[in-house]
Nanobody, 112 residues
C-alpha cells in the first residue's frame, strides 16, 4: 500500500523556519521526481518546489525562491522542504506528491 505522510507543519512567527518531511512507503522513490505543493484558503493548489531523481536539479516558485530548499534522502525514502524567512502569505496546507500519489497535507501557519 502506497502512503505519503507529511509532517513538520506548525504555527510559526514571521521570519521563522520550519522543516517539512514527506515519508513515502510502498515503493522506492529513487527513480522519481518529487514535488511540494501548497493550498491556501480560498486559493488553488500551487507548485512550490520540484526535485529530480538524484536531487541535482530543482525548481522553485518565484514566491519562495531563496527562502525554501527542497531536498531528498533516497535511502530514507523521504523528501524535505526547509522553509526559512517565513511570511504570513506562506500560510497554507503543504502537500507532497510523487507519481500520481499525494499525501494528506500538513498545515503551516505563519502569524504573530
Amino acid at each position: 500500500q502506497v502512503q505519503l505522510v507529511e509532517s513538520g507543519g506548525d504555527l510559526v512567527q514571521p521570519g521563522g523556519s520550519l522543516r517539512l518531511s514527506c515519508a513515502v512507503s510502498g515503493f522506492a522513490i529513487s527513480s522519481d521526481g518529487m514535488s511540494w505543493y501548497r493550498q491556501a484558503p480560498g486559493k488553488e493548489r500551487e507548485s512550490v518546489a520540484v526535485i529530480n531523481t538524484f536531487g541535482h536539479s530543482t525548481y522553485y516558485a518565484d514566491s519562495v525562491k531563496g527562502r525554501f530548499t527542497i531536498s531528498r534522502d533516497n535511502a530514507k525514502n523521504t523528501m524535505y522542504l526547509q522553509m526559512n524567512s517565513l511570511k504570513p502569505e506562506d500560510t497554507a496546507v503543504y502537500y507532497c506528491s510523487v507519481r500520481m500519489y499525494w499525501g494528506q497535507g500538513t498545515q503551516v501557519t505563519v502569524s504573530s
